[in-house]
């Protein structure tokens, strides 16, 4: 028996828990594909089949499946379970070049890869994006042989990706719309992030996203729900764990000390009264 449970379904990519638990040593034909996929194994093992080759798959090998691919599968030791990855051929080209030339199929899972692969499946819950380009970027430096782009010119790159977030454009939303805005590659744009500015696209992002929570909090927003949705967080949770991650208090909490601020604070007009009285 085969299930698939969606954990990330976007236009570009989707993320699937695939659970497997047939038994059996011989070879089951599937039909091709037109996408591109990375199938990393989180339990078990099972065998795969490419063009009269077999492969033996676990947690240490996974495998790159390309469009048209005739695949065959065996599962003598039991089942298993696996992230399943597809990408539309559009993202793969974005990270892999034009017309990218791939060593083989298999894939040697290491501890970085495996760590990346966790990232990954953590952030399905609000917006994984960034962590999947970092995944499949270092694959790509590992089985093909074209060249990845190198990242030049990355000071004006994140300058000008810097103004789309700080403008609140719809493309600022994730990092595949904004390097699509700008006509790079996602790979390149999440790589000159981390390199110029020492933090990943998605932490600067929310760190915006804080910055103009915080706004609103001072002047009173009380509708955390509303304040998500408007500031494009996930849901009212993603919000709460994101301004705590950021300046070590919940919403609620800073909304208090905001609060408590303001009005300990003296205004204009009692601080001019209080100069009168000292003057008299």
Request: aromatic share 4%; with cysteine; hydrophobic share 40%.
């Amino acid at each position: 028996m085969l299930s698939f449970v969606d954990l990330v379904v976007r236009p570009e990519f989707s993320v699937s828990a695939v659970d497997c638990r047939d038994d059996h040593r011989g070879w089951s034909a599937e039909p091709p594909r037109q996408d591109v996929r990375l199938v990393l194994v989180r339990r078990g093992g099972f065998r795969r089949r490419v063009r009269g080759v077999p492969a033996d798959l676990d947690r240490t090998v996974g495998y790159l499946g390309l469009p048209g691919e005739e695949e065959q599968f065996a599962h003598p030791a039991g089942g298993d379970e696996c992230t399943s990855i597809g990408l539309k051929p559009a993202l793969w080209h974005a990270i892999a070049g034009d017309a990218p030339r791939v060593r083989g199929s298999s894939l040697y899972v290491d501890g970085r890869l495996d760590l990346a692969h966790r990232r990954l499946l953590a952030a399905a819950r609000t917006d994984p994006s960034e962590e999947l380009v970092a995944l499949v970027g270092e694959i790509v430096r590992r089985v093909v042989t074209t060249t990845v782009p190198d990242g030049t010119a990355d000071q004006a790159l994140v300058a000008r990706a810097r103004g789309v977030i700080g403008d609140d454009h719809p493309a600022a939303a994730g990092l595949l719309p904004l390097a699509a805005l700008l006509g790079v590659s996602p790979y390149r744009l999440s790589r000159a992030f981390t390199r110029e500015l020492g933090v990943s696209l998605t932490r600067y992002r929310n760190r915006v996203r804080v910055t103009r929570a915080l706004d609103r909090l001072e002047q009173g927003e009380s509708g955390l729900a509303a304040l998500a949705a408007d500031l494009g967080f996930a849901d009212q949770a993603h919000l709460c764990r994101t301004v705590r991650e950021h300046l070590g208090h919940t919403p609620t909490a800073l909304r208090r000390l905001l609060a408590t601020e303001r009005t300990s604070a003296p205004s204009e007009e009692s601080a001019a009264a209080n100069r009168t009285k000292i003057d008299a």
